[in-house]
Each structure stands twice: as structure tokens, then as C-alpha cells.
């Protein structure tokens, strides 16, 4: 069976554009599996769920897990407000602490 010029241009260019096109959805993926952004709340309460992960809720009923950070949960304190910087994480659908402040803001 022979095959012309053109029909293996038409294959080739498919085959690249599928490869691209796969590429293109993993670099997306991965960069959209942590987006960086900011909490303001006052902590209602602190829990350990494990030796590696905290959960800190807010008053607004928002939950904010630390990962392997006990310095920074332990100065956390309930009853106080802060302003957290934060990833949220599409992958497991949660939003990890990875630093705080204390917010002096009025409201």
C-alpha cells in the first residue's frame, strides 16, 4: 500500500497537535493545583488531625489546614484575628496556611 505525500503530512500534523494539545492540559494542571491567595478571619477554633496536619476554622466556617508547620500552629490563637497567606490546592480541594500575621485592620 503506498501512501502520498500529503496524507502523511495530515497524520504527522495530527499526532503533534494531539501531543501538544496533552501537554498543554498537564502544564495547566499542575499549575492551577496550587493557586496562591488570601484569608482574613478570626479562629474559632485549632484541631490536629494528624502529627502532619492541623485545621484552623474561622469564624465564617472556612477551614485552613497547616502541613507540617507545628511552630506556626502553636502561635496561632483562638479568638484572634489574622491574615493568612494561602494555597489552594484543586488536587485534594483544600486551602493550606503558609504563613500568618496578625490583623490589625478595623472593621
Known sequence: ????????????????????GGLIVII????????????????????VITSNDS???????KALHILNNTPLYLSLQENQSYVFNCLYNYNTKITIIQNAQNDTTTT
Open 1 to 20: 500500500m503506498k501512501t502520498d505525500a500529503f496524507t502523511l503530512t495530515v497524520v504527522f500534523a495530527i499526532v503533534i497537535s494531539v501531543i501538544t
Open 55 to 61: 485545621v484552623i476554622e474561622l469564624s465564617g466556617g
Open 28 to 47: 495547566t494542571q499542575n499549575n492551577l493545583a496550587i493557586i496562591p491567595s488570601v484569608e482574613r478571619g478570626t479562629i474559632v477554633s485549632k484541631n
